[in-house]
């Protein structure tokens, strides 16, 4: 039964692709394929942040909100005049400082993550929609480039490599599983858990705003709508993929890059299997109850 816990992503994955496959056998052509995985690679990029937050045992309900904000910078930017690399540095710039914000209240005032981030939701998403007007901006060609295949998919590979290195094989990595496993003993040793909650907010800061320009570049406008509920998708991702909702368990690969590619699959599926869209909230609900009931699972049976 533990084994199959621990897989439990990939045979989800697998399983799902086969029924899809069944269904709809154009799902698994190559160009189906490729889409999904450009498609996904926003996504794994949020849920990698996410993965990293939820390591230490907190959670980032505010991810959505800076993707909408970098974006809104980055829109105005761009109808001003600014060349793509300014705004790109604009983008990851305010998804740091918003996890950097986040990480500030959290250790400072000693307020759980939960309350901090839900606040900065509403923080963060109203300052972008004042930038924005309410209006919708329209992007140049330029930001299109990004959402082609093969870049979107080589960044998403690029953010998935170097942040899996950071946890397995770097001493920051094993103290931010340490911190989420029991924060009290890191705290009344010679570890910085200040310094591990900004590692984690800030990594999750960043990906938000790489995950924002990757949707950018596959939408090519910000709307009033641009990020929301994208939060929870990556939070159901990463619990999907093996991460703990307590803290202290997690990996981005296979697990989360194997999740969020379940969420995409889902939602594509629908989608090609002309599902009634208005039932697309019951199935996303579903896949969220299933990432809490192994999650607690796991929990239930971890050593």
Known sequence: ???????????????????????????????????????SASSVIAA??????????????????????AAALA?????????????????LGAGAAFGALNATAITLLRVPAFVVT?????????L??????????????????????????????IVVILVQIMLSKTVAGRHLYALGQNA????????SATRLTFIAFIVCGLCAGLAALLTLGQLGTVSPKFGETREFTAIAAAALGGSSLFGGRGSVFPGTVAGALLM?????????????????????????LAAVLLDSLRTRRSP
């Open 264 to 288: 995409q699959s889902i939602e594509s599926g629908l989608v090609m299997l002309n599902a009634n869209p208005y039932a697309y909230p019951m199935w996303i609900s579903a896949v969220l």
């Open 184 to 191: 009290d003993a890191v705290k009344h040793s010679s570890i």
């Open 1 to 39: 039964m533990n084994r199959l816990l621990q897989h439990a992503p990939l045979l989800l994955l697998a399983l799902t692709w086969a029924v899809l496959g069944i269904l709809q056998p154009a799902f698994l052509s190559g160009d189906s394929l490729l889409n999904l995985l450009r498609q």
């Open 75 to 91: 829109g105005k930017m761009a109808a001003a005049g600014q060349a793509l690399p300014a705004c790109i540095v604009v983008m």
């Open 128 to 157: 972008a929609l004042e930038i924005t007007k309410t209006r919708a901006l329209n992007l140049p060609e330029s930001f299109l480039d990004l959402g082609r295949p093969a870049a979107a998919i080589t960044l998403a590979v």
């Open 48 to 69: 990698t942040g996410m993965t990293v937050v939820l390591i230490i045992g907190g959670v980032d309900l505010s991810l959505g909100a800076a993707m909408f904000l």
């Open 118 to 126: 839900l606040a900065m939701l509403f923080l963060g998403r109203g």
